[in-house]
């Protein structure tokens, strides 16, 4: 009997590694997200085990708003090229020339405008009928509302009240024209799972990840890091420090904060996943405030 | 920093949950209890929660609302009622939950039953101070019909019936009744006040009578064992992999979940529904080729003879074959707008295919109370009942008793698209 026990993250695995293929079988044109952070990281892998020894037959679209830190960039361009994968950037260049930023436009607008806007223009010229996310029920109350084959109108967006029946592991993807789906094959997956899985499977994240010495701002109790050419984001008072700190969680650099932290390895990040005892969307901005994760998620962010 | 043991967190087993009950009997309150409890609550979001604003430490779960804590969306608290299921995650040192946190109103049966359909467990909440009802019955026979191995019923709210045994007796008497009508193996009944987080995960001092486990203990030490490796061998074929690139130019693998059993190189695979007879030469895996593998693990199988296989065709061993028929009889919990009704066309989507069906007999129609069978010729919205479809190709199927996978399907209204029905073979 033992002998045949998968261990509660191969059983993870396992169930989205069944997503993947469900959608690959039923939907005419699939794209994966791509934002470069640690979800993301650990997608790409399952969806390189589901095809194995094929390479997994779509493309990865990252939505970019040009904001993200620059070991993102660097990373995500090494990644892609070394995993052989079919890499798409899109942006919103219209509101990046307007010269779109959280500070003057307030966090709401920008995300609206770069991640949202840029998300659903970059859906509809691509054709995509199928979306996959990265997105996690345990992040967030919104999104612990979230079916795995979760539909969306001819204009991107969530109907919570009216969400398709989602029974056993019987997806229905059937859509009109126009219509579409995002997917989340890791939905069930909790912080802790990602962090063990990574360090499991030795999967590749961005080394911000991991606890340095970084020249910060401490503003609050957030950890804001520091940019010689953001100099200008300064406010009265504030001195640059060097702080030994990590991300738990990356997004944008002007809206991401970082924490203190000593954990230099992956055993180091896991051990301290298991103690953490606030969760990892405090240090994102874009969670506070009037303009929560739901109604952004209806307007078609994801 | 105390030290870790990285490989006792491989022994940590998954426990799929689902919580049921009718409006106001303080399920909300028992699940932010429960996180709180397990530590399942990051700070930030306790302090969101916290009675008195202002403070900046929250030391106990008395100076937190408990119900605040799985506070759903906006577009439900407009309306002061659940709509949908949440999912809510917590651990224990041996365990970890997925908690499919269910709405109670009648008209949102449709989301109870999408919560209910993967768990292993399920808790029935009751307010001691109402006792069973009509709603109570209608998720017990639900609960019962999906097959949820054990059924937990919560009698909460003692702390407003005075901690009364008699209250709580009369109460486990009528669902030990109730289940016993409808064949439930494993009923557990706990006294508790989730206000007060007596009998939650620790004992309390007001109900020294009850002499069981507490609901965390009985979460944490039920039996999480399937045994879904001894039963025959089906692996529904998801996809074909053919890459045809250079390094690849003759690959031919089958990918799927296996739903049963266990598969092996060199064993004598039958495939249906064309009864075709191949052998395993290879499972392949990202990790590497597997001797064995077992459910519910993803693969990928080669076979030595080229024979034509494509998506939604079944893998079994020869000699333990399902059943491949033109008919398919089942008991459907019927959750579509419009009534199911005899003669009518549907899709129906079981493992990997997809058929059109006609409803040719409802069989009966279920009375949730006495769990009598009557007569009917249609099921309205959140109607449970027997019905037989025509298949216009057979499909393999076996029992929903002998195989959640393989006996189960859904049925899908093809000009609206939507899931309208949920099946369990008989």
Known sequence: ?302 | MTKFNFELTKEIELLRLVTVGSVDDGKSTLIGRLLVDTKGAFEDQLMAVRKKKGTVKVSSAAEIDLAMLTDGLSAEREQGITIDVAYRYFATPKRKFIMADCPGHEQYTRNMVTGSSTANAAIILIDARHGVLAQTKRHTHILGLLGIPHLIVAVNKMDLVDHDQATYEKIREEMKEYCAKQGVRDLICIPMSALTGDMVSVRGDNMDWYKGDTLLETLESMSVLDDLDEKPFRMPVQLLNRPQTADLPDYRGFMGTIASGTVKVGDELVVKPSGKISTVKEIVTFDGNLQEAFAPQSITIILNDEIDISRGDMLMHVGQEDSDSKFLTANVCWIGDEPLETRKKYLIKHAASEVKAMVSEVNFKTDIHTLAQDEADELAMNEIGRVTFKLQQPLNYDKYADNRTTGSFIVIDSFTNNTVGAGMIV
């Open chain 1, 1 to 302: 009997m033992s002998e045949h026990k998968l261990t509660q993250l191969k059983a993870l695995e396992a169930e989205s590694i069944h997503i993947i293929r469900e959608v690959v079988a039923e939907f005419r044109n699939p794209v994966m997200l791509y934002s470069v952070g640690k979800d993301s990281s650990v997608l790409v892998h399952l969806a390189r085990k589901a095809f194995y020894p094929a390479p997994f037959p779509f493309s990865l679209l990252h939505v970019d708003t040009g904001y993200k830190f620059k070991e993102m960039y660097d990373f995500r361009d090494a990644f892609c090229e070394e995993i052989g994968a079919d890499l798409i950037v899109r942006k919103n260049e219209d509101a990046i020339n307007k010269g779109m930023n959280p500070k003057e436009f307030g966090v709401a607008r920008c995300c609206q405008a770069l991640k949202t806007t840029g998300l659903l223009d970059a859906l509809e010229e691509g054709g995509y009928d199928a979306a996959f996310g990265g997105a996690r029920r345990d992040e967030e109350h919104s999104r612990a509302k979230e079916r795995v084959f979760s539909m969306r109108d001819e204009f991107g967006q969530w109907d919570p009240k009216n969400q398709r029946p989602e029974l056993w592991n019987i997806y229905n993807g059937r859509i009109h024209d126009g219509e579409s789906v995002r997917v989340f094959p890791i939905s069930n997956w909790t912080e802790m799972d990602i962090w063990s899985y990574i360090r499991e499977e030795k999967i590749e994240i961005v080394p911000l990840y991991f606890a340095k010495e970084r020249p910060m701002i401490e503003r609050g109790n957030m950890l804001i890091p520091y940019y010689e050419e953001n100099k200008d984001q300064l406010l009265e008072g504030e001195v640059p420090k060097m702080i030994m700190s990590r991300f738990r969680t990356l997004g944008c650099s002007p809206c991401t904060g970082a924490v203190r932290s000593d954990a230099t390895n992956m055993d180091e990040i896991v051990i301290e996943a298991a103690a953490a005892r606030r969760s990892e969307r405090e240090t994102r901005i874009i969670d506070h405030g009037s303009n929560s994760m739901e109604d952004k998620k209806k307007e078609g962010y994801f």
